[in-house]
C-alpha cells in the first residue's frame, strides 16, 4: 500500500512561486509513475504533470507547461511541483496520485485520473492579492 501526503500549499500572491511535495511510503519512486492533479470548486479534477518511474521523464498538460516544473529526489522518496507565475486559476486542491509501472506508450494516459490506485489528501493553494 503507498501512501501519499502532500505539502506546501498555502496563500500567494499573482505572479509568486511555490513548490508542493508529494512524500511517498510503501513504494519507490523507481516503480511508481507519479502524477500531481488539481481540483477547483465545481470542476473535474485535472491533471497537470506527471513523472515517470523508470526514467525520470516529466509530462505536463498543456495548459501549464513553461510554469509547472515536476522533479523528484529517489532518496527522499519524494516528488515536487514547482509552480511560477502563479495566477489566480492555479487555485485548487492539488492531489498527487501514483500507479505502479511506467509509461512506455502514450505519455498523456499519466494524466488521467483514473489510472492512478494511490492518492494523497490534498493540499490547499490559493492565489490572491
Known amino acids: 500500500q503507498v501512501r501519499l501526503v502532500e505539502s506546501g500549499g498555502g496563500l500567494v500572491q499573482p505572479g509568486g512561486s511555490l513548490k508542493l511535495s508529494c512524500a511517498a511510503s510503501g513504494g519507490t519512486l523507481d516503480t511508481h509513475v507519479i502524477g500531481w492533479f488539481r481540483q477547483a470548486p465545481g470542476k473535474e479534477r485535472e491533471g497537470v504533470s506527471c513523472?515517470?518511474?523508470?526514467?525520470?521523464?516529466?509530462y505536463y498538460a498543456d495548459s501549464v507547461k513553461g510554469r509547472f516544473t515536476i522533479s523528484r529526489d529517489t532518496a527522499k522518496n519524494t516528488v515536487y511541483l514547482q509552480i511560477d507565475d502563479l495566477r489566480p486559476e492555479d487555485t485548487a486542491v492539488y492531489y498527487c496520485a501514483a500507479f505502479r509501472g511506467a509509461i512506455t506508450i502514450r505519455p498523456a494516459v499519466c494524466l488521467e485520473p483514473t489510472i492512478h490506485d494511490y492518492w494523497g489528501q490534498g493540499t490547499q493553494l490559493t492565489v490572491s492579492s
Open positions: 513523472i515517470n518511474s523508470n526514467n525520470g521523464n516529466p
